[in-house]
């Protein structure tokens, strides 16, 4: 079945860099894309960016350009998200999640992977 | 503060048809797809509602969606306990270049 697999938790110090890891099975790899969600303690659900697994092209939400980096290793399907200079407000559970592209406008996320917990604390 | 408005709590008995909201503007909703997103506790999101009012696999036909003009609808009918847990709108915003989520509301089964 179609199933993606994060890495586990992590605990940083502000300032630090995190990356979570999204291992992809059950499907073409590069037939979709793989978008990265978080949410913060007591918060909704929040976008962070996507990216094609099989140009590599990325979209990133503007809260977040210069300070994430998605990739995707096509060979072992697994996409990387990396958060820099972390503080406090990036504790949050991330998820990973196929994108289905339809056509502008037209996208979802399914399945999604399991989150990973990011602690940022000194 | 999330371009989409969604109240923050539902409520109803088992059996009933309970409706959850979400308010946009015409650079979102107005010209793009909705999906619905359930979030129950302890589990990842898992969508509902995606493209043209789809229910995704798997999705029983308790749970539909709905979309007019600005504003779109997730309607559960036969509600269940097991239903209980947050929902969240989700769509493409052509102004702000962004996909954009709801607030999320957290729906209480009685």
């Known amino acids: 079945q179609v199933q993606l697999v994060q890495s586990g938790g992590e605990v940083k110090k502000p300032g630090a860099s995190v990356k979570v890891s999204c291992k992809a099975s059950?499907?073409?790899?590069?037939?979709?894309?793989i978008t990265w969600v978080r949410q913060a303690p007591g918060q909704g659900l929040e976008w962070m960016g996507w990216?094609?697994?099989?140009?590599?092209?990325?979209k990133y939400a503007q809260k977040f350009q210069g300070r994430m980096t998605m990739i995707t290793d096509k060979s072992a399907s697994i996409a990387y998200m990396e958060l820099r200079t972390l503080t406090a407000d990036d504790t949050a559970v991330y998820y990973c999640?196929?994108?289905?592209?339809?056509?502008?406008?037209?996208?979802?996320?399914?399945?999604w992977g399991q989150g990973t917990l990011v602690t940022v604390s000194a | 503060q999330s371009v989409l408005t969604q109240p923050p709590s539902a409520s109803g008995t088992p059996g009933q048809k309970v409706t959850i909201s979400c308010s946009g503007a015409?650079?979102?909703?107005?010209?793009?797809?909705v999906n619905w997103y359930q979030h129950l506790p302890g589990t990842a999101p898992k969508v509902l509602i995606y493209s043209k009012n789809q229910r995704a696999s798997g999705v029983p036909d308790r749970f539909s969606g709905s979309k007019s003009g600005t504003s779109a609808s997730l309607a559960i009918s036969g509600l269940q306990s097991e239903d209980e847990g947050d929902y969240y709108c989700?769509?493409?915003?052509?102004?702000?270049?962004?996909?954009?989520f709801g607030g999320g509301t957290k729906l209480t089964v009685l």
């Open positions: 989700a769509v493409w915003d052509d102004s702000l270049n962004a996909w954009v």
């Open positions: 059950g499907y073409t790899f590069h037939f979709y894309g």
């Open positions: 999640a196929r994108r289905h592209f339809y056509g502008e406008g037209d996208n979802h996320f399914d399945p």
């Open positions: 015409t650079s979102n909703i107005g010209r793009n797809t």
């Open positions: 990216t094609s697994a099989y140009s590599g092209n990325t």
